[in-house]
């Protein structure tokens, strides 16, 4: 099991979502979210936008990490990579990627359409929706198509400038951002790919990635 750096202000958010889901009917964190019959929605008063995106995708099976900054973020991820014992991740993001290669990181190399055996794919996102715990992608970002849904392992990363409240919110931030150029696609995912199709037994990771990771970097 993968441990990452404890700081107080992520402990602070931390303890509040885990109250949160504690005080809910829903169990945590998944599958759970699947079950039939009237759940109660993660909203807690006096919880910030990030703090109930946080909840929300941690019940649908995410894998929330918070981190006070970029630095911190580099610490987490080579914390991650060692932790899994993984060969290679590729990163789709082209500012994350020349982070990493600034800061001397060589375990990331950059996302390779051809290259069907990296372990997981680290992308950005346009916004994340603090109501129904969902990431915004789309097909301007670099291999937006591909690289959310391609590999076992997605990691996304996400700034504090990125969280709106609901999804007409992440629609109207898409509109000012694109104006007329607005992208041929936008994916909606919420929580890791799951199909219920075969026998109504629900399994994880037919569609796309089985496990997705948020980095959450509060700059």
């Not at 911190?72 to 991650?80: K, R, Y």
């Amino acid at each position: 099991m993968q441990t990452f750096k404890t700081s107080p202000s992520r402990e602070k958010i931390l303890s509040k979502i885990r109250n949160g889901l504690n005080r809910s009917k829903l169990s945590m964190p998944f599958p759970s979210a699947e079950q039939e019959g009237n759940q109660t929605i993660f909203h807690s008063e006096g919880l910030s936008p990030e703090e109930n995106f946080a909840g929300e995708f941690i019940k649908l099976g995410g894998k929330f990490v918070y981190c006070d900054s970029e630095q911190e973020f580099f610490e987490n991820i080579e914390g991650l990579f060692d932790s899994r014992g993984w060969t290679e991740m590729l990163c789709a993001d082209e500012r994350i990627m020349r982070l990493f290669e600034n800061n001397k990181v060589s375990f990331v190399k950059p996302a390779d359409p051809s290259n069907s055996m990296a372990n997981a794919c680290i992308t950005g996102c346009e916004a994340l929706v603090a109501r129904t715990g969902t990431v915004i992608f789309s097909s301007k970002q670099h291999f937006g198509r591909t690289a959310p849904v391609f590999y076992p392992v997605h990691i996304i990363i996400a700034y504090a400038g990125q969280v709106v409240s609901d999804i007409q919110e992440g629609l109207d931030l898409m509109k000012r951002k694109y104006g007329q150029e607005m992208p041929s696609m936008m994916n909606f995912n919420t929580g890791p790919s799951r199909t219920a199709d075969i026998e109504k037994t629900l399994v994880v990771g037919v569609h796309g990635p089985g496990e997705v990771f948020c980095f959450f970097i509060n700059a």
